[in-house]
């Protein structure tokens, strides 16, 4: 087993494909969500089949701040030392600011920034407190620095787990812990769905490789930034848009 990484938002979409990858690379991996979705289930028992990594699955919202410190805890004594955290889950309103709920506003805000920020203050506590470094990876989106119409907070809150990305990893770099990001585009999947059919095509021509970037190719990113090839890669955003930013 190479370390212990926990994996947000992992039963679906972009979070399933990361804990499918890294347990496919020895790592042992602990998914969470509100829910085990049968995909999960599936990648489970993949994986125990393999016997290359491993990949568990505690429930838990997310959006339940005052819990995280007991869960990290938990998770702590169940899987010892905590190598990496990836900051996956996150949700989206799509539609004009001007008619968006200032409830759906603040829910929005509390999954996405909120939730990651005091689950990563915890799990930093595990790793400072074993003193081996660690890692912590940040999935952002292009829309943070291209922008959307429609998607004005959804690109709010990723703008700000860039800004945590990057402002965090000064602050824990001493201690050998490496924070970065990774920014998918248009991916594939069930949020991307969402989308109409005139609205992908246009995605695609946009894209310097005519193409929309596959949950796989973020995933790879990710096993990147944990790997030992990263270990001076600290404070950056990776981005995985099949060069709809180019």
Partial sequence: MIGNVIVTGGSRGIGLG???CLAKAGYGVMALARNESPALREAIGEAARSGTGSIGFVAYDLAETGGMAALVKQ?????????ALVNNAGISVAGALALTGVTQIEQVVGLNVVSPIVLSKYVLRSMLADGAGGRIVNVASIVAFTGYSGFSVYGATKASLIGFTRSLAREVGRAGITVNAVAPGFVDTEMTKGLGEEQREQVVRRSALRRLAEVDDVAAAVEYLLSDGARNVSGTVITVDAGNTA
Avoid: A, E, M
């Fill in 18 to 20: 990361i804990v499918r």
């Fill in 75 to 83: 998770l702590r004594k169940d899987l010892g030392p905590i190598y």
